[in-house]
């Protein structure tokens, strides 16, 4: 118990200081501490390490923006078991959550529309990751997809893992209230020290940005 617990502080403290990178290849150690975050008991521990990957943006039709790194991913993936009461997962199992594909980088855009809104579905936005700083290049995404959402967002819950899957069609009599745009990104494409924008935009015109600084994620 206490050996879990010196390294789920440390892991802590490396979040709080943002003085790395983000991790594009876990190692057994980086495993080993993601599985502790998302395993924990303590609610305001999980609290903690998910704050600095959510960014808010408050500027309609985006509420905020969730970022995906592979650490996030094994933490989440422990952290819904453990809801659900199931056997925790060992570093195998976490490995193959990572799946084909472990430096994928996702960023999630959670939309709001107008309570008039006429869509049929969620708008096709573009979501890039642009230079921020003469260091960076931007980055494209390599695959998106839209999930609807009927109804009101369901605050404070925790981002859920596996993400929803996109639905086909309209639900009978409920109306399209928002959705979520999960833009996948190689790893390999950005810089884990980098800085960007991510830029929401519609046909060419922007709707939203915010400044994302991988520096503070892990």
């Not at 009461?85 to 084909?100: H, K, N, W």
């Not at 819950?157 to 928002?178: E, F, R």
């Not at 991510?198 to 503070?216: K, M, P, Q």
Request: aromatic share 6%; with cysteine; charged share 20%.
């Amino acid at each position: 118990m206490r050996c879990a617990t010196v390294i789920l502080s440390a892991a802590l403290l490396t979040m709080s200081t943002g003085a790395r990178a983000i991790e594009l290849m876990l190692g057994p150690r980086a495993l080993a501490e993601a599985l502790d975050i998302g395993q924990s008991r303590i609610d305001s521990v999980r609290a903690r390490f998910h704050q600095p990957y959510r960014l808010t943006v408050f500027r309609a039709p985006v509420d905020y923006i969730e970022v995906v790194t592979p650490f996030r991913r094994v933490a989440l993936a422990a952290e819904a078991r453990t809801r659900l009461g199931e056997r925790m997962l060992g570093q195998r199992e976490a490995r193959a959550v990572l799946g084909d594909a472990p430096e994928r980088i996702d960023v999630l855009v959670e939309l709001t529309f107008h309570p008039q809104n006429t869509f049929v579905g969620v708008p096709k936005y573009q979501v890039r990751l642009l230079a921020a700083t003469a260091e960076t290049t931007p980055v494209e995404p390599v695959d998106v997809s839209y999930v609807p959402r009927f109804g009101a967002r369901v605050g404070g819950m925790p981002l859920p893992y596996p993400y929803p899957a996109p639905s086909v069609g309209l639900p009978g009599g409920q109306p399209l209230t928002g959705g979520t745009i999960v833009v996948a990104v190689d790893g390999a494409t950005v810089d884990p020290k980098g800085i960007y924008d991510v830029v929401v935009a519609e046909l060419g015109r922007e709707l939203a940005r915010t400044r994302l600084d991988l520096r503070a994620l892990r």
